[in-house]
């Protein structure tokens, strides 16, 4: 390429095949030959060959002794016009970003073929001006050449920031607008006041505590106070600052959101080779990077929530479409988790990604986001379901159902959350997730919910027809979906869905008061003479979950009993005392024992989740108004895509 982009300098002097090339020194030609008026003499040829190597040695010697050789290379070779960057269009926008395929030998192969006298005399002058530079470059002291070359440095990592800030490449062009409620006033008791400023100085004790000792790291380990990694993530990091991100604002902590965001444009790469659970990085990166952009509009947020996005694609490749739990996003290979019944994919992990996916599509103008977990979906709509429940595991490739476990705990949990939550943010126009889901909870209270001897509501697990009398701490979040699903309730159960919503939010408050600590244990049972209590060992740790508390600020939103706040306030009570440790917020390994035995893990959900819950169970009602936002099942808001706002088309999708 280059020699080659040198010959028409000298091609007008000394014709074609001066040199010997084929138009001169084939069969036909030859240089011997005398061949008219115009032909040189074999002595003039030699000494015009003397002064022409001469030259060209020069030109190379100059370029080959400057300091940054390759830096010139380029300015010679590829300084042609075709190649300048096109003017910035009026207004300052930001320039497209180079077609694939293309690069500055493509450019200059593009001008030489586009031909003529005009790209001729084009490239002849810039090659004059490269030599130009290169005798002026010469003539500099290093010091100066080396100044060159940093502001010129400088001057593309402007440049790049400059596009970053812009926006992300190849995204539509989006007006900002805020949702409602993204902000709330003060509360307007003052006693709740101050145990809302009580909550946001537990969030900064953890935040900072984070900052100090696993900055950039997925999590927190406060006792030993060093990061820690977590395999769901791969090699993904900061799940604690995106995680963290809207809980920080919020509760208005705007220099630590700052610096979150910060981190977020500088360091957040999902250019990695990791594999991941889909799940996990859907509904805490996804959902925290969504959120993030809905509440403060920094298009960063929106860039990298489509830029994961789009990672994730890959899991949904199977014969069904029912995506993998596991996904290396660098060679974009799924696989199962091999516990899993029967290479299954998990109910609660592939029937959790319907809110923030179709937040993807929304945000990207790309439909190929919603399409997938609409197809989820449709898979499920034709199998059959025994007794009307759903089986915690999905095989991908034959769409069949593995073994018959039916849970609203762990496995299956959030599929149903999603189901009405899907049909919530759609502007309850999604008549099939509104179905789906009311169709489930008939199943469930027929087949699932009973009643203890000691009248205490537990949902227990079905397992091929039995039932085993066990309640998850996971399975709470279930007494907020009920009550929140109770304003759509078909056949006038409206109240009887906000009693259901009450009486486990009783249940599992009375698994939090039956421990030593008054916090919950990860299952309590209702057999072998017990109620809401652990009976085995490898039950009664508490890992600073937040579903308890989440049933409490939905039963409060939607009641306003004043024991909600009462029992929410008893769990920060339980934290402070048993969890807050001078690095932080531990989880306890047994809840029953008198002396904490600390597990060295602050959860990324801790701040995501369970502070945010608490937070708004202190707030007054307009802070994130359940109107106009739901929440994801990391608990991050996601805004209602309300018809009126143009969202029509959107939700018939
Ligand atoms: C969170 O990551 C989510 O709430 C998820 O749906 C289930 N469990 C944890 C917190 O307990």
Excluded at 36 to 57: H, Y
Excluded at 431 to 455: N, P
Excluded at 568 to 594: F, P, Q
């Amino acid at each position: 390429m280059p020699a080659a982009s040198l010959l028409p300098l000298f091609g007008s002097a000394a014709g074609p095949g001066a040199l010997g090339g084929p138009a001169g020194g084939g069969a036909g030609g030859g240089g011997r030959k005398a061949a008219g008026p115009g032909a040189f003499r074999l002595t003039e040829k030699f000494v015009l060959l003397l002064v022409f190597s001469a030259f060209i040695t020069l030109c190379f010697g100059a370029i080959f002794f400057l300091p940054d050789s390759s830096k010139l290379l380029s300015g010679v070779f590829f300084h042609s016009a075709a190649l300048q960057p096109p003017p910035p269009p009026p207004g300052g926008q930001p320039r497209a970003p180079p077609q694939p395929g293309g690069g500055p030998a493509a450019g200059a192969a593009a001008a030489a073929a586009a031909g003529g006298a005009g790209s001729l005399e084009r490239i002849r002058a810039d090659h004059e001006r490269a030599l130009r530079e290169a005798k002026e470059t010469l003539q500099k002291l290093p010091e100066e050449i080396r100044r060159d070359i940093r502001q010129d440095k400088e001057k593309l990592l402007q440049d790049a920031r400059g596009r970053k800030e812009a926006g992300a490449p190849g995204l539509p062009q989006r007006l900002f607008r805020q949702p409602v409620g993204a902000v709330g006033q003060e509360p307007a008791d003052p006693a709740v006041r101050q145990r809302r400023a009580k909550i946001k100085e537990m969030m900064k004790h953890a935040w900072d505590n984070y900052k100090r000792y696993a900055w950039g790291l997925n999590e927190l380990k406060p006792i030993s106070k060093q990061g820690h990694s977590s395999n769901l993530f791969g090699n993904i990091q900061g799940a604690t600052i995106v995680d963290a991100l809207d809980t920080l604002y919020i509760m208005e902590m705007k220099e630590e959101f700052k610096e979150a965001k910060e981190w977020v444009e500088k360091n957040l790469d999902f250019n990695v080779n990791a594999e991941i659970s889909v799940f996990e990085v859907n509904i805490r990166f996804v959902g925290g990077l969504l959120s993030a952009y809905y509440l403060s509009g920094e298009e960063v947020f929106r860039k990298k929530a489509v830029e994961l996005g789009e990672k994730l694609l890959p899991a949904f490749n199977t014969p069904t479409g029912i995506p993998w739990a596991l996904l290396n996003i660098k060679s974009g290979i799924g696989r199962n988790w091999p516990w899993a019944s029967g290479g299954s994919s998990i109910l609660a992990e592939f029937g959790t990604l319907h809110l923030e996916f179709v937040h993807l599509s929304h945000l990207s103008g790309n439909p190929v986001f919603a399409e997938k977990v609409m197809n989820i979906r449709k898979v499920l709509n034709r199998l059959d379901k025994p007794e009307g429940l759903y089986p915690n595991y999905l095989n991908p490739s034959s769409g069949q159902w593995g073994q018959h476990h039916v849970s609203i705990g762990g496995l299956g949990d959030s599929f149903y959350e999603y189901l009405l939550k899907a049909w919530l943010m759609s502007d309850k126009t999604d008549e099939e997730g509104k179905k789906m889901y009311y169709d489930a909870v008939q199943a469930i209270e027929t087949h699932l919910i009973r009643k203890s001897s000691g009248g205490l509501t537990y949902i227990a697990e079905w397992k091929g027809g039995l039932l085993e009398h066990k309640m998850g701490h996971l399975t709470c979040f279930a007494g907020g979906m009920f009550a929140l699903g109770a304003d759509g309730a078909p056949n006038d159960k409206t109240g009887h869905h906000i009693e259901l919503g009450a009486e486990i939010a009783r249940t599992c408050h009375e698994s939090y008061d039956r421990t030593s600590m008054k916090l919950g244990p990860e299952a309590f049972r209702f057999d072998g003479g017990v109620e809401a209590i652990a009976t085995r060992q490898n039950e009664k740790y508490y890992i600073l979950r937040p579903e308890v508390i989440e049933t409490y600020m939905y039963m409060w939103r939607l009641t306003h009993d004043p024991k909600y706040r009462q029992w929410g306030w008893e769990a920060v009570e339980a934290l402070e005392k048993h969890c807050r440790v001078d690095g932080g917020y531990s989880g306890i390994r047994d809840v029953y024992n008198h002396h904490e035995s600390h597990d060295d893990v602050q959860q990324s959900f801790f701040l995501s989740e369970t502070l945010k819950y608490l937070y708004l169970l202190f707030s007054e009602d307009d802070l994130l108004p359940f109107e106009h936002w739901v929440f994801n099942t990391e608990a991050h808001p996601l805004p209602v895509l309300h018809e009126d706002d143009g969202n029509k088309e959107e939700n018939q999708k």
